[in-house]
């Protein structure tokens, strides 16, 4: 029976435990056989089997009807600031490079950092918690019925209820901080490696062409292949005989044998590495009998280079964060020629149209952490760009002006690298993931010489030149997410 029950349960678990005096506790038949299960759990299959109910009342353990199974009303402040708190986003720029007619917002800037907009989520008002709550802890009519009452005020939930609900209420608490006080780390490394090889060596074999008792540097070439020949410029002072286009004459025609290599610049080139004034650059000239002018040419260039950059970022579980290290630079856009001066004298001066562009990194990333905390998905947008070479190249333009001073002048032209990836990846806790990348090889062999002089052993190197150019770069876009819970890290640091 239920009264023998009872005096069981106080015995071994010295609760003080009474029964309603309208119950007749000896006509309740129990038909229970339980081993190794928690008092708590057994009170709930002793009352289910029963069809009663039990409460708190005076700190004793009370067992009467399911209507009556109400306790005292307990008054309890709940703290919920942090609940209420929209935890926001904070999304980064968009980094594109526009074009010419581009119609966005920048509008010439050769590259932009355009912004993003992003629709928020409604937050959570004390309103909308307290609803959460009744409905959580088994809706309004079980409130009304014990006289239970709820509301919030700033940022605090007043409650006044029984001992039950105040347990329901606090369990609903607990789960709902849960997930509150776990971030995530994620690094995003743009790895860029750079292997260049050049080498460069040979021999120009000219001919200065000068008829005997002409001297040097004016007369025609007699090695020509037109009538009308060309200019050489032989041994004289008109200039560095590394200048490619002195090496090649004031004319295609000039007088030598070989071996401009790209028929135009006399030099071996890549995107990152040429020849051109580097290396050694040496004339000889014989002037009896031959008349003979000979450049040599000996250069070798290598370039190895591991570039890393690694932005780094913290964020809520589901939250859109950035992190982003911009620079800033200016230069010279375009000119507004400005009129002025006195009387009849008109002087005209260039006044310099001065724009600015970004270039830096930024990290774009919103991380979600699966149920069992083993995975993290990442939607994520990393962006690196980078101006090439770290300099401004410029070119000198005419503004086609009465005034000289003001006719030749130089603008800007900023030239970009952009490396960016939109993605969303799933990385184990801790893991890394390839993100993206790329890898580009330029290998080019060049080579001229004298047909059968230059195939001749030990004595073919002075008939020929020959050029090898390797260029190889390698960038990888890496991904690492991490999760930290504070409160572990809070118990592993200080247990």
Known sequence: TLAEVVDFLRSVSDLNINIDPEIDAEDV???????????????????????????FRENVLFITEPENAFGDLIFEIYNVTDILNKIRDFPGPSIRVSSNDSTDEGGDNPFDFGGFDEEEDAELTPDDLVELIQESTGGTELWDESGSTISGHKGQILVTAT???????????????????????????????????????????????????????????????????????????????????????????????????????????????????RGLTMQITWLDPFQINAIIRASQEQRAARIVTAPKVTASNGQRVHVSVITQRSYVQDYELVSGGTGLVVSEVADPVIDTFQDGVVLDVR???SHDRRYITVDVRPTLASLINGVISTVTISLGTLNNAASLVEIDLPEISLQQAFTSVTVPDGGTVLLGGFRSLNELTYQSQIPILGNLPFIKNAFRRKAYLNEKRSLYILLTAKIVDLRAEEQKLFN
């Open 367 to 369: 991380p979600v952490i």
């Open 29 to 55: 038949p129990v038909n229970l056989s339980l081993d190794g299960v928690k008092l708590g759990e057994a009170l709930d299959l002793i009352m289910k089997a029963t069809g009663k109910a039990f409460t």
């Open 163 to 277: 001992r039950e609900l105040h347990l329901a209420i606090h369990d609903f608490m607990v789960n709902l901080r849960a997930n509150s006080d776990v971030f995530v780390v994620v690094e995003a490394r743009f790895i860029d490696m750079v292997d260049d090889f050049l080498e460069d060596i040979g021999v120009d074999s000219r001919n200065l062409g000068q008829p005997p008792g002409q001297g040097f540097g004016t007369a025609y070439g007699t090695m020509n292949s037109t009538n009308t020949g060309g200019s050489d410029i032989g041994f004289n002072n008109l200039g560095d005989p590394t200048d490619p286009t002195l090496i090649m004459g004031q004319d295609r025609t000039a007088g030598r044998m070989q071996h401009i290599l790209d028929g135009f610049v006399g030099a071996a080139r890549g995107s990152r590495l040429n020849s051109t004034l």
